[in-house]
Nanobody, 124 residues
Framework: QVQLVESGGGSVQAGGSLRLSCAAS????????MAWFRQAPGKEREWVAR????????YYRTSVKGRFTISRDDAKNTLYLQMNSLSPEDTAMYSC?????????????????WGQGTQVTVSS
């Protein structure tokens, strides 16, 4: 079974930065896609950023474009999310997810493996 372990969350002031990491137990270079999702209290889970192994293409939700960067280190089997210019609206539990085959959707979250999440809190 795949294990995904996130780290790097915390509390920062608006305008600050955080770098999330997701260490995977398998070879992420062979997986179809990986993504970061977040869920704020009282809100639905939403995808934040995703990356596809086939060509390294990345996609971001509009609200984080230009501020967040998703990347991965295949040698370390680790996914990252660099978050800059954070705002209180970014406060949420951030979770790493992996689609090991094309059956997984890094947009909807269907058929993915999930980490336990790491909390990000941004104060104004």
């Amino acid at each position: 079974q795949v294990q995904l372990v996130e780290s790097g969350g915390g509390s920062v002031q608006a305008g600050g930065s955080l770098r999330l990491s997701c260490a995977a137990s398998g070879y992420i270079s062979s997986w179809y896609c990986m993504a970061w999702f977040r869920q704020a209290p009282g809100k639905e889970r939403e995808w934040v950023a995703r990356i596809y192994s086939r060509d390294g293409s990345t996609y971001y939700r509009t609200s984080v474009k230009g501020r967040f960067t998703i990347s991965r280190d295949d040698a370390k089997n680790t996914l990252y999310l660099q978050m800059n210019s954070l705002s209180p609206e970014d406060t949420a539990m951030y979770s790493c997810a992996a689609g090991r085959s094309v059956r997984g959707s890094c947009i909807t979250g269907a058929s993915l493996d999930w980490g336990q999440g790491t909390q990000v809190t941004v104060s104004s």
